[in-house]
């Protein structure tokens, strides 16, 4: 049974989304992101000494990360700051690793898994044997690995490590997620040979994480290089490790951002970086076309509106992740939006395609579907209603922004925002107070 046809009346319980009665004017500090801190406890866990994660996210995804990594024998404290010290230790099976619904487990892990001595199992949520595994399967594989997948490229899957990899030359499609390219990456340098990496498909989403773990690697000292556009080489050899502070998640700005655009008034997110790979960087040039005033500058990044939202026509094929956000504050919009290059997100959490449509058009809305994106149209008939989240964290938030506005929303299982950001609910309303 398809994830989409969740009845509203859900088991779990259902959140009054808070409706803005004033004008936002909140200063919203963000936990480390999740993209970054997952790519490091990786890069810990392979480097030739010790690792200092200063200001890491706590959160489901990277606590699956930590206990992925502890069961293949890294050492991983964690002080009273919550800064974590990660000490690289032989890795060995046998192992079973839960993936729980974390795209950067159940994709960066296994090429880890290839290091290790032993038999390696990976599972997750029932929702995760849903996600696009094949990849990376095929790749092991190609790089001599004997993986047991039971012949459905997809979780659960066994991967029989020996400890060693050849490396070499791989050719494969990351269509359905840059997470594949990435995993294989960050295993690169610890490969007999090295990695020359070349995508052959389609289309390659979300580039700018490949360029964040093409950036976490070369900050290490490994040796990479990007010769083509869509081809990326990883010298064998060892890397380093010292102390790395982790970025404010940019991506878990995004409701905060958009908050700002549908209440109106202005929201601060301290510590936004000059300079950055994340793509929730984006945010500034996107909300701006959607009608806001942005400005950076010591205090971190500020959004200004006066609580008008215009449409957007954008291919957001760099950062997909972007998408809930940007079709939530659509559905407010005053005129027509069109979301391309997002195809890839009907493999994640769930299909966010189609749940962003569902619950869209539940509540009175107008969004139709594309081959690729969504096409969302100004509605004057919004109500309130259930808003169902399917276990994903960006449609609970996108619900949330939408009932800033709407008032009845009633956002099922705000919990799930837990995956990125285990205090959403609290920090929506302590920022609706500060006015």
Known sequence: MSELNHSPHSEHPFWPAPVATAAVNATVPLPGSKSLTNRELVLSALAAEQTLLTAPLHSRDSALMIEALRSLGTRIDENVNGDLLVTPKPLEG????????????MRFVPPMATLATGEITFDGDAAARKRPMHTTISSLRALGVEVDDGGAGSLPFTVKGTGVVEGGELVIDASASSQFVSGLLLSAPRFEKGLTLRHEGEHLPSLPHIEMTLDTLAKRGARVSNPEPTVWRVEPGPFGGGMVAIEPDLSNAGPFLAAAMVAGGSVTIPGWPDSTTQVGDEFDGILQQMGATIVRDERGLTITSDGKIHGINIDLSIGGELAPVVAALAALADSPSVISGIAHLRGHETDRLAALATEINRI????????????????????????????????????????????????????????????????????????
């Open 94 to 105: 046998p192992a079973t690793i839960n993936c729980g619904l974390a795209g950067t487990v």
């Open 364 to 435: 009175g809305g107008i969004c139709r579907e594309t081959p690729d994106g969504l096409e969302i149209d100004p509605s004057d008939n919004l109500h309130g209603a259930k808003w169902l989240s399917y276990e994903d964290h960006r449609m609970a938030t996108a619900g949330a922004i939408i009932g800033l506005r709407v008032p009845g929303i009633e956002v099922e299982n705000i919990a799930t925002t837990s995956k990125t950001m285990p205090d959403f609910a609290q920090m929506w309303l302590k920022m609706l107070g500060a006015n």
